[in-house]
């Protein structure tokens, strides 16, 4: 169950990573950190909103992606724009920006871990044990947006662009698709997916400005166990790497499981960058 | 070309030739800050014969500085090992782990490359955490006094300590500099440029990349066992992910490239962290902006920018 939860919101934000590798090719360093800013701008916008704490999640909900999108299409505009997109110079400025946000969450937002109320607290008593309600629906959520992005890049006008700009950048702008605002649009979105995962997680673990560094190298892995730029691979990964880091910790101490995962991480980039599901990177 | 040659020593040796005036000169705490900022520089150094002659942007370099600081303290500290034995042993263990991390991080390249480098280096300093009883994790390792004496000097006096630093400095400088004039460097040079035509040239590229990568690891690990002995500390702080990236800031804002460039990014640096802490406690917005502005405005950094203004001799 926990690990389901860990699932679904590493799944939300490690596609976001997937989606910016794969369309733009550009290892964003800088994704843990819209993971930290949404799930900050989330308890902004709850302390905000008066009324009951639904309203206020409801539209923490909507604001926060909305805003770290903003975010993240500014931060393509006024620097990746400008760098080409190499992938050399693309890594350090996004470590550039990692301390940048990092910084401006500590300064504005303060060093305590500040929680945000859960919309409801519902309980789902089974006979033999109970599950928490938002945990469920935490899940849910997680599926629908999933479920929502699979939608638009398989279904729709916009998916089919992004879709052109990903194969062939070049072509795609000689059939007059505007491949920078296509860039600008995907990094929002990928940095969205991140928001959104860490709206629905901060009822459950707080807010910090700290709390990128995790989640982006749980990312990292899920990416690359997945296939670099392989976005059904990723999904599968984040299940799989999400349920089995609650079974290693049992076993392991926390700190050799992190060692021994990322040692595997590092592996498998080395023996097999096609990643686990050895299908060639899509 | 031989006039060449003559102003290449003349600056080189000039720019040693004013450290060692320098400590006469300057107070006492900026004497300290010199002495630090050359022991960083060779680490910059090592990171700029791998990033800015070979093309090869690791940024898991804290593993072989950490290496180099662990690989020196651990011995001192426990087995009381001599401080010239630690010396060499931390140097051996940022090359050998420069070795190992090289046969496999090479067969990738580009952004895989750096993705390896991370992860390894990620690993290293989690296993420091994770050794806490032996490495003293965050805490670190405080070198004894009586540790820190080789043949004969001991390194925790003022005096001592900056010429140990500027003799490790000028030893590293004059091998840096050897090394990009040699038929070697330009080889590596060459893989940077292009590897296919090197290939096709008959030199094999995964060779000299891990010659130049285990080069870089023992510059590090020189640097990190200096550093560990000349300041008496060892903490697995110097093995995180920051001090990967901090060579990387070094190099490019001096000029990736250039021989002069890591010691002119790390003095500047640190003395803008410095100034800048006065005035607010956000120096890592510091950091962020500076390597922003840096590969957005100057991607060649302050020598490289010159060098192509017009000092063509600068090597």
Not at chain 2, 111 to 139: C, D, H, K, N, W
Not at chain 2, 202 to 225: E, M, N
Request: charged letters at 10%; hydrophobic letters at 60%; one cysteine or more.
């Amino acid at each position: 169950m926990e690990g389901l939860v860990t699932s679904a919101v590493l799944a939300l934000t490690a596609l976001g990573l997937a989606l910016v590798f794969g369309v733009m090719r550009v290892v964003n360093v800088a994704h843990g950190e819209f993971f930290m800013l949404g799930a900050v701008a989330a308890w902004f916008v709850t302390t905000w909103i008066p009324g009951p704490p639904a309203a206020g999640f409801i539209a923490a909900l909507v604001l926060c992606p909305l805003l770290v999108g903003a975010v993240a299409a500014l931060a393509d505009t006024l620097v990746l724009k400008r760098l080409g997109y190499d992938p050399d110079a693309t890594i350090v400025a996004t470590i550039g920006l990692l301390y940048v946000l990092q910084q401006a969450a500590l300064s504005l937002y303060g060093p305590e871990a500040r929680p945000v109320e859960a919309p409801f607290t519902l309980r789902v008593q089974l006979p033999w044990f109970g599950y928490s309600g938002y945990k469920l629906a935490v899940i849910a959520a997680a599926a629908v947006v999933l479920a929502g992005v699979w939608l638009l890049l398989a279904r729709t006008r916009i998916g089919l662009v992004m879709r052109a700009t990903q194969i062939d950048r070049e072509m795609a702008r000689a059939f007059g698709i505007n491949v920078e605002r296509v860039y600008a649009g995907v990094f929002a979105l990928g940095a969205g997916l991140a928001a959104v995962a860490a709206v629905l997680i901060v009822p459950i673990q707080q807010a910090h400005y700290l709390m990128g560094q995790d989640p982006l190298l749980l990312s990292f892995m899920v990416v690359i166990v997945g296939g670099l730029g392989s976005l059904r691979g990723a999904l599968v990964a984040a299940l799989l790497i999400g349920l089995s880091d609650g079974v290693i910790s049992v076993f392991f101490s926390p700190t050799l499981a992190k060692i021994l995962a990322t040692l595997f991480v590092a592996l498998v980039l080395v023996f097999r960058p096609q990643g686990l599901m050895g299908r060639r990177a899509a | 070309m031989n006039g060449g040659a003559a102003k290449i020593w003349a600056l080189h040796l000039g720019v040693l030739a004013a450290l060692l005036a320098a400590q006469l000169v300057l107070p006492a705490y900026h004497a300290g800050n010199l002495a630090r900022i050359m022991v960083l520089a060779v680490y910059a150094m090592g990171f700029n014969i791998a990033f800015g002659y070979t093309g090869l942007l690791s940024l898991g370099h804290a593993l072989f500085f950490g290496a180099g600081l662990y690989g020196m303290g651990m011995p001192v500290a426990l087995a009381g090992w001599g401080a010239g034995a630690g010396l060499v042993a931390g140097i051996a263990a940022g090359g050998g782990l420069a070795l190992a991390v090289g046969l496999l991080a090479l067969r990738r390249a580009g952004v895989s490359f750096m993705i390896v480098t991370l992860m390894f280096a990620q690993a290293g300093y989690l296993t420091i955490l994770y050794y806490t009883p032996y490495t003293r994790g965050e805490e670190g390792i405080v070198i004894d006094r009586a540790a820190r004496v080789l043949m004969g000097l001991d390194l925790s006096q003022d005096a001592t300590r900056y010429c140990a630093a500027l003799a490790l400095f000028a030893a590293a400088l004059l091998v840096n500099l050897a090394l990009v004039r040699s038929p070697f460097g330009r080889v590596m040079v060459a893989m940077r440029e292009n590897e296919e035509r090197s290939r096709m040239l008959g030199y094999d590229p995964f060779r000299v990349k891990l010659a130049a990568l285990v080069l870089s690891g023992l510059y590090a690990g020189a640097s990190g066992a200096a550093y560990g002995l000349l300041f008496g500390y060892v903490g697995a702080g110097f093995a995180s992910i920051q001090y990967s990236i901090l060579p990387l800031l070094y190099v490019l804002l001096g000029g990736a490239g250039t021989v002069l460039g890591p010691f002119l990014g790390a003095a500047l640096m640190f003395y803008l962290i410095d100034l800048s802490s006065g005035v607010t406690t956000a120096h890592l917005l510091v950091v962020g902006a500076a390597l922003l502005v840096l590969v957005l405005f100057a991607p060649k950094g302050i020598l490289g920018t010159l060098r192509d203004r017009g000092l063509k001799w600068l090597p």
